[in-house]
């Protein structure tokens, strides 16, 4: 209905702002029941923030260029606010800037993925790439009716978007009721627009219409629109179903749905990426190996200060024991953390930094990944502890939360990290406390006499505990080469002898084992780590993207007053150098 108040351009009528928002809302949950990730609902939203926002542009009297600069601030904004909704962070413990350096940080790398040809399963992505199209078509439709009075322009890309959608989502018979809601509030929209311009000209030319001819109007566009309401119920529900169109569908569709850079791009729909299980269980086979994909496992974002040390490892499970060519680890006491009323406990050591870092998940997991000794998650978690005789929490060996982190997620750990000198390491000696010794010296039975006497050799020269680890370390970096694959002769063979005197090459698992059980051959605690190595780090030192890649073993000895510190004896790794003194 034109207005007498504004432009002729400008039509208002609240009914058809209203079927056309109904519509709009349709077409976006049908987007949602798609379910092809979690957090779809703020591409919803986007959508329906942009088709009110269109609506008032369009009855407003902003001209077409600041049209466009107003849809672009708001977009920016809208979109700034759904999408650190959709990472999930803790508003209490995480500051808006924090979060927007990590929104920004997971765009750029996501965009970085798809340009270097790598699947992207951040699922962050693919609500990105689905905001853009939600938000223009809303805003458009709302544009074009309240500004031109464009019917076809304000409800036909908002359908076909539907319907691309219906079709790639192999639709079931109970969605498609949604797509003939839309057309219902389509056909009644149309009804209304012509209803209100035919009225006007009845008004024009003194024409005049009784109740009953407005009653009869809408008696047959309720009859057009349940015609209509069954064929959209019949017609989208067969075509997944006829072999026809699904080969038509197919022919139609080949160019994204067989091109590697879509196919990588929107990996992480649920469709293309199913849930993978842990890494690392509860029991972990000499020689078990990781998926060593491009795919990133999480990024963490560190603090200034974690710049300045050694190197830094994603800690995710503590091995103790190992007995029949398998680690596994000893009792423990499980304890349940609530953020909000206590750290965890531990022990602390001379050495350690605080620090706090946030992990941006890419992929499902219930472990909490952290570097050496988490004292704090910012959600409820529980952690398998080791309790000494007198009652006290000492170690932590694994943390995990009760519900699982889905792709997208994030969380923050706060933890004491390992920062000691050569120097201090060089003067820690014995004694070493009793729930050490006896949890960390054991050796299976069978243990190879040939490989104990390669330790006492190799440390034949070394006096202090530091300089046998490090005699260890460097045999293994230097005399044994990398290899990403490892195979016995016969079931019989001694994996670590072979491993040390005849093959002379393997991967992570077999050097930590080996330099965990010479060192405790003679006599030093040392222990299996597992989780993940560094990661790549951006320009600034400010995060390190961490992929499936990098799933790493190492050893970890434990030194008086000093607790555990982390050695690296792979050979494909870079060597962890400690400075020699600090002032």
């Known amino acids: 209905m034109e207005t007498s108040s504004t432009s002729q351009t400008r039509w208002w009528d609240l009914p058809s702002a209203i079927f056309l928002f109904l519509a709009v809302l349709f077409s976006a949950l049908r987007m949602q029941s798609s379910g092809w990730t979690d957090e779809l609902e703020h591409v919803r939203n986007i959508a329906i923030f942009g088709n009110l926002l269109g609506l008032a542009l369009g009855y407003s009297l902003f001209k ?111 969605r498609s009721w949604l797509i003939a809601l839309f057309l219902f509030m389509c056909v009644l929209l149309a009804s209304r627009r012509a209803f209100l ?81 842990e890494k690392f269980r509860d029991v972990l086979q000499l020689g078990t190996s ?29 091995y103790d024991q190992f007995i029949g060519g398998r680690w596994s680890t000893s009792k423990t006491a499980v304890i349940r953390y609530n953020p909000q009323s206590e750290d965890i406990k531990v022990t602390t050591a001379q050495g350690q930094v605080d620090l706090r870092f946030s992990f941006s998940v890419y992929e499902d997991q219930f472990t909490i990944y952290s570097p050496a000794q988490p004292v704090w998650v910012n959600q409820p978690v529980q952690a398998s502890q080791i309790r000494t005789s007198n009652q006290e929490y000492v170690d932590v060996l694994n943390i995990t939360t009760s519900k699982a982190l889905d792709a997208g997620d994030t969380y923050d750990v706060r933890a004491r990290v390992s920062d000691p000198t050569i120097e201090q390491l060089s003067t820690a000696i014995e004694p070493y406390p009793s729930w050490v010794t006896e949890r960390y010296l054991q050796l299976p039975q069978d243990f190879s006499a040939r490989i104990r006497e390669l330790a006492n050799e190799i440390t034949a020269n070394a006096e202090t505990p530091y300089a046998k680890t490090v005699a260890i370390t460097n045999y293994l970096r230097t005399e044994i080469k990398y290899s990403p694959s490892f195979q016995l002769p016969n079931a019989e063979t001694d994996a670590l002898e072979y491993f040390l005197f005849t093959a002379k090459s393997g991967f992570c698992n077999y050097y930590a084992t080996a330099e965990v059980l010479m060192l405790r051959a003679i006599g030093i605690p040392a222990r299996l780590a597992v989780g993940f190595a560094q990661g790549e780090s951006d320009t600034l030192g400010n995060y390190y993207t961490v992929r499936d890649l990098n799933a790493h073993s190492w050893p970890e000895v434990y030194f008086s007053s000093y607790g555990w510190v982390e050695f690296e004896p792979t050979g494909n790794q870079n060597a962890l150098e400690r400075p020699e003194r600090r002032e």
């Open 64 to 174: 077409k260029r600041g049209v466009i600069w107003l849809s672009i601030g708001y977009m920016l904004v809208i979109f700034f606010w759904q999408w650190l909704g959709a990472l999930n962070f803790d508003a209490e413990q995480t500051v808006l800037q924090q979060q927007a350096l990590i929104l920004g940080g997971r765009i750029l790398i996501n965009f970085r993925e798809v340009l270097s040809g790598k699947p992207v399963t951040d699922p962050l992505f693919f609500i990105f790439v689905l905001s853009l199209p939600y938000w223009f078509t809303a805003l458009t439709a709302g544009y074009q009716l309240t500004r031109h009075n464009n019917i076809i322009a304000a409800t036909i890309p908002t359908g076909i978007l539907m319907i691309v959608v219906h079709i790639s989502d192999a639709v079931a018979q109970d």
């Open 197 to 277: 311009q035919n009225r006007h000209v009845w008004k024009t030319n003194h024409v005049q219409v009784t109740q009953e001819n407005n009653i009869d109007i809408s008696t047959i566009t309720i009859i057009c629109a349940a015609l209509l309401i069954i064929t959209a119920w019949v017609i989208p529900t067969a075509i997944p179903y006829s072999d026809y169109a699904k080969d038509t569908w197919r022919e139609a569709t080949r160019f994204w749905r067989d091109n590697e850079f879509f196919e990588d791009a929107f990996a992480s729909a649920k469709k293309t990426a199913p849930a993978k299980p």
């Open 290 to 318: 990781i998926s060593q994909s491009q795919n990133i496992t999480f990024i963490v974002y560190v603090p200034a200060r974690a710049k300045s040390l050694p190197r830094l490892y994603w800690r995710g499970r503590i």
